[in-house]
C-alpha cells in the first residue's frame, strides 16, 4: 500500500476508489491497514441510508437523488447493498442499468453483496464508508434492501435514514410492519402516481402519530415519482433540513458515537471469539457440535466448557 | 419453574407454550434454565422456513399451509417473525386477523419481534423453536420477511426453505435480487393469477439454470393462489418430497449441525464480550467512543487495547 495509493483515493480517483472498496471487502490484515491509513481523513461525509422493500423503486430513486445532488454541485458516490445475488455474486442486470444512466454524471456507484466477508456485510460497508469518506465524497448514499436486523443496522447508522414505500402491496398494513419505521427521519411514498398513494401515506401518517415522544423530529411525509423525477428535488431539501436540525440538536454526533460503538463491540466479539478458539482443535469442535445434535449435551454446556477452558 | 410446567410444555398445552417463548424472549438465566431443561426433548419437529418480502402474500400462504397441514393430521405451530413493529412492539392488526383465521383449528401462532432481545432475534427465534419442538408440534413453519442477514440465516436454517416471490413488483429483477434465492429448497410464485406470474416463474427458472452444481437439489417452482388456497396441496406435497430426500442425503443432519454451530459461535461471541468488558468502566468506553469519533484513533487502535488489556 504506497502512499500513492492513499493519495488516489483522497482525490477520489475512480479506480483507486473501487481497488480500494475491493480490498475493504475481502477484510483481513490488508484491509485492516487501509482502513488505519484512511481513518484520520474521514467523517465529513453525509451518510444518507436509502432503505425499503424490492418492488418501490429504491434504486430509481437513489439514481435520481444522486443526480439531483449532483446537480447542487455535490460529489456523490452510492453503496447498493444487496444481500447476495444468487450463484453469480456479482452484479444482475439491473445494476448494469443503473450504471449506464449515471455514465459520465461522475457519481461513484458500488453494489456490495454478502458473500465472503469476513465479519459480515455490515462490516464491509461500514469500511467502504471511510474509504468513501476519505476520498472526498460530499454525500455517501447507502441503500439497502431493508427488513433484516443486518440492513437495519446499516440504515440506522446513517446520519439521515430515508424509508421508501409504495403503494399497491395490496396490503399495506404488511408494508408498515416491515419495522423499519422506527429509525426513519424521512418518509417517502414513491411511485405516488398508482392508486392506494394516498391511503399508504395516511397509514404511515396514523402510525408516527402513535409515536409518543411529541419532541423529537417528526420524519416529514412525502411523495415522489422516481421515474419521472417528481418530488426529488422536495426530498433533497428535506435531507438538507433534517441535517441542520440533526447537526443543531447534536445528533448527529450521537448517531455516529452509536455507530462506532457498535463496530467496536462487532470487532471484539469477532477477535475474542477468534481469540478463544485458536487452539480449539477442529475435531474437538466437531465433537461437540455432534453432542449437541445427539440432543447429549446443550449449547450452554458446551459454551461453558469452552468458556472455562 | 415447576416439572408440572415443564410437563405442561410437553403436552403443547398453548398457555404454557405462550408463557415459556415469552421467557426465552426475555433472555437471561431463566430463559437459559427453561432451554436446559428441554433441550433434551428437542429434535423431532420438522422445520419450515418460509420467507418473501411484504407484499407477496405470504401470511395469507402460511395459514393456507398450516390448515393442510393440519387436514393431514399434523399438529402445527407457527412463528411469525416480524422485525419490530413501529412504536407498539406489539402485533399489529394483520396479526388478529390471521388469528382469527386460524381459530378453532389447534394451530399455535406467534409473533416475534425484534424488541428488547438479549442476542438478538435470530436467538430468540431459535430457542422458541426448541420450546415448540419440545411441546411436540410435527411442523414448526416459521415465516420471515427476509432479505435481511438475520432473517437470511433463520430461514436457511430451517429443515426446507420456501422462498416466496409475487408478480407485479413491476421489476423481477428486482425481486429476485432479494438474495434468498441460493437458500430456497422450494419456490413459489404467489398470486399466481395476477398479470406476470408467468414472466416471474421464467425469472426463476433462469436464474436456477445459472447454478452451476447440477448435482444438487433443484428447487421445483409452484405457483399458489393462497387466497383460494390453490396450488397449496402441491406445495406440502413438495415439502415433504424435499424432507424426504434431505433424510436420504443426510442433508437434514447437516443443516442442523451447521445451525448449532452458528448458534454456539454466536453464544460464545456474546458471552465473551460480556466477560471482556464487566470491569471495563462506564466513563473510560465513553472516552474510547470519543477519541474514535474525534479520529484521534482507529476503531482497531481502540480494539487492541482492549483485547491486550
Redesign the interface.
Known amino acids: 500500500m504506497t502512499p500513492e495509493f492513499i493519495s488516489q483515493i483522497q482525490h477520489g480517483e475512480p479506480l483507486a476508489v473501487a481497488r480500494a472498496i475491493t480490498r475493504v471487502e475481502r477484510g483481513g490484515d490488508d484491509a485492516?491497514t487501509l482502513?488505519?491509513a484512511l481513518?484520520?481523513y474521514?467523517?465529513c461525509a453525509d451518510l444518507v441510508g436509502i432503505t425499503g422493500?424490492?418492488?418501490t423503486?429504491k434504486?430509481t430513486l437513489v439514481n435520481a437523488l444522486a443526480k439531483e445532488l449532483g446537480a447542487r454541485e455535490k460529489r456523490v458516490a452510492i453503496i447498493a447493498v444487496?444481500?447476495?445475488?444468487?450463484?453469480?455474486g456479482g452484479a444482475?442486470?439491473?445494476d448494469r442499468f443503473r450504471m449506464q444512466d449515471l455514465a459520465g454524471t461522475g457519481i461513484f456507484i458500488r453494489s456490495m453483496?454478502?458473500r465472503g466477508q469476513l465479519g459480515?456485510?455490515?462490516a464491509a460497508v461500514s469500511d467502504a464508508i471511510l474509504v468513501l469518506d476519505a476520498a472526498n465524497f460530499d454525500v455517501v448514499l447507502v441503500e439497502t434492501?431493508?427488513?433484516?436486523?443486518?440492513?437495519?443496522d446499516i440504515a440506522k447508522h446513517a446520519h439521515t435514514t430515508i424509508v421508501l414505500e409504495a403503494p399497491?402491496?395490496?396490503?399495506d398494513?404488511?408494508?408498515?410492519?416491515?419495522?423499519?419505521?422506527?429509525i426513519a427521519d424521512i418518509l417517502v411514498v414513491n411511485?405516488a402516481d398508482r392508486d392506494g398513494a394516498n391511503a399508504t401515506a395516511a397509514a404511515l401518517e396514523m402510525?408516527l402519530s402513535?409515536?409518543?415522544d411529541k419532541s423529537a423530529w417528526r420524519p416529514p411525509i412525502l411523495k415522489t415519482i422516481a421515474l419521472k423525477g417528481e418530488g426529488v428535488r422536495e426530498l433533497v431539501d428535506a435531507i438538507a433540513t433534517h441535517q441542520k436540525y440533526s447537526r443543531e440538536k447534536n445528533l448527529r454526533?450521537k448517531k455516529?458515537?452509536a455507530r462506532?460503538?457498535d463496530?467496536?463491540?462487532e470487532?471484539?466479539?469477532?477477535?475474542?471469539?477468534q481469540?478463544?478458539?485458536q487452539n480449539v482443535a477442529e475435531a474437538k469442535w466437531q465433537s461437540?457440535?455432534?453432542e449437541?445434535?445427539a440432543?447429549k449435551r446443550?449449547?450452554?454446556?458446551?459454551?461453558d466448557e469452552?468458556?472455562n477452558s
Open positions: 485492516r482502513i488505519r481513518f484520520p474521514t467523517g422493500a424490492p418492488g423503486g434504486s444487496d444481500p447476495s445475488s444468487p450463484f453469480t444482475l442486470l439491473g453483496a454478502s459480515g456485510l455490515a434492501v431493508g427488513a433484516g436486523q443486518g440492513e437495519v399497491g402491496f395490496g396490503d398494513i404488511q408494508a408498515i410492519k416491515a419495522g423499519i419505521l422506527e411511485k402510525n402513535l409515536n409518543p454526533a455516529e458515537a462506532f460503538e463496530e467496536l463491540r470487532l471484539l466479539q469477532r477477535e475474542l471469539l481469540q478463544k478458539l461437540w457440535i455432534q449437541i445434535t440432543r446443550d449449547l450452554y454446556a458446551i459454551a469452552i468458556l
